[in-house]
């Protein structure tokens, strides 16, 4: 099974700033990851797909990077709404696994 | 609008069986592959099962032998049937449309409902 793993588990931040969250998989899956977004009660949203495919709908703030083994999510400038958890996922094969998740918090 | 509502999630004693059902409304059902992904209270995502536009399945080893995957294309509907049941299954089960019919989209989760909270206790 491919290893998912995420950093930093969370992560303090101010309005304006620029987040940066880190995955790597244990083992070489090309581009195929995908980012979600959950708030507190609610169902996932994905973000992006292909390391680095917007999703339609997403703010332009949010990119995705990376291929191989090690990929990035960053948040150019955090807005009150971005304030979540972030997860990834590999679609590479299954069994399909998610990273453990970045809290991204209010400073 | 795409929409995906599951039900059927209950409390039930350890050992004991249960079925979640998916309805989906809003595009063309049997061009999706539909999966089902679960998150334990205070956890993350788990993917649980997948089930392609050919019926071909896919399963967690934490499930398999254990949960069956189903679709009914004419109807719309995903299902899951969960027999021997532990506190371990005890999370919120959602009902995923993938974003396509073929790998890899169809291993991207699209659109999600809202879940529905299974909880395994005595």
């Known amino acids: 099974d491919i290893q998912m793993t995420q950093s930093p588990s969370s992560v303090s931040a101010s309005v304006g700033d620029r987040v940066t969250v880190t995955c790597r998989a244990s083992?070489?899956?090309?581009?195929?990851l995908a980012w979600y977004q959950q708030k507190p009660g609610e169902a996932p949203n994905l973000l992006i797909y292909?390391?680095?495919s917007l999703q339609s709908g997403v703010p332009s703030r949010f990119s995705g990077s990376g291929s191989g083994t090690d990929f990035t999510l960053t948040i150019s400038s955090l807005q009150p709404e971005d304030f979540a958890t972030y997860y990834c996922q590999q679609a590479n094969s299954f069994p399909l696994t998610f990273g453990g998740g970045t809290k991204v918090e209010i400073k | 609008e795409v929409r995906v509502s599951e039900s059927g999630g209950t409390l039930v004693q350890p050992g004991g069986s249960l079925r979640l059902s998916c309805a989906a409304s809003g595009f063309s059902f049997g061009n999706y592959a539909m999966s089902w992904v679960r998150q334990a209270p205070g956890k993350g995502l788990e993917w649980v099962s997948t089930i392609g536009v050919g019926g071909d399945t896919f399963y967690a080893d934490s499930v398999k032998g254990r949960l069956t995957i189903s679709r009914d294309n004419s109807r719309s509907t995903l299902s899951l049937q969960m027999n021997s049941l532990s506190a371990d299954d005890t999370a919120v089960y959602y009902c995923v449309k993938s974003y396509g019919a073929s790998s890899p989209g169809s291993r991207y989760f699209h659109h999600w409902g809202q879940g529905t909270l299974v909880t395994v206790s005595s």
């Open positions: 292909a390391a680095s």
């Open positions: 083992q070489v899956i090309n581009t195929w």
